[in-house]
């Protein structure tokens, strides 16, 4: 199963279009995927404590853990990838170990086009994650509306989605083959 999280907390939300569209992608692939919507099933900010036995941290650990790979959208806020979905690798820690995840980011300018780094350098030292070496970076030209318009930013979503399955098969272990 793919998981495709919608990192966003904004219910105009950008980056949720990128989600949605790779819901789309894997059905009409035929690929068994869920979606996690931060908006609609918001987490409780990682404390270190309590914040671990909430009814959507044990669902969204649950769904990080079943997932063959992670397909992760999310708005770019101060040059950086927002805090919900940093909150969501808190709670969710050690479910992400060598999963292959894919980056797709929304931002305000193509100033901040490294922004996914800091949270891929700490996915790939923390967890072993194998981070796909391709990430959609889009800004506002890419949207008309509530729809992507731009047809490369599709290409790209395409491409990203193309080589997570790729990489995550070949990083499967045996017994799931």
């Known amino acids: ?102 980056i797709m980011l929304a931002a305000g300018g193509q100033g901040s086009y490294m922004s996914a780094m800091g949270l891929a350098n700490s996915l790939m030292l923390d967890f072993r994650c194998v981070i796909v070496p391709r990430f959609v970076y889009t800004v506002g030209d890419a949207y008309e509306g509530q729809q992507i318009s731009d047809e490369n930013t599709l290409v790209r979503l395409d491409q990203l989605l193309e080589e997570t399955l790729r990489l995550s098969a070949a990083v499967r272990p045996p017994e799931q083959i």
Not at 12 to 36: G, H
Not at 49 to 66: D, K, Q
Request: one cysteine or more; a neutral charge; hydrophobic letters at 45%.
């Open 1 to 102: 199963m793919i998981l495709v999280v919608s990192a966003s907390l904004n219910p105009n939300s950008r980056s949720r279009l990128l989600a949605q569209a790779a819901c789309e992608r894997l059905e009409k692939s035929d690929r068994p995927y869920e979606l996690l919507d931060l908006e609609k099933d918001p987490l409780p900010f990682c404390d270190g404590a309590s914040a671990y036995a909430h009814p959507t941290s044990i669902r969204a650990t649950e769904l990080v853990t079943n997932a063959s790979a992670i397909l992760l959208a999310a708005p770019v806020y101060n040059f950086d990838v927002n805090a919900a979905a940093k909150n969501l690798v808190e709670i969710t820690g050690r479910a992400w170990t060598g999963k292959v995840v894919g």
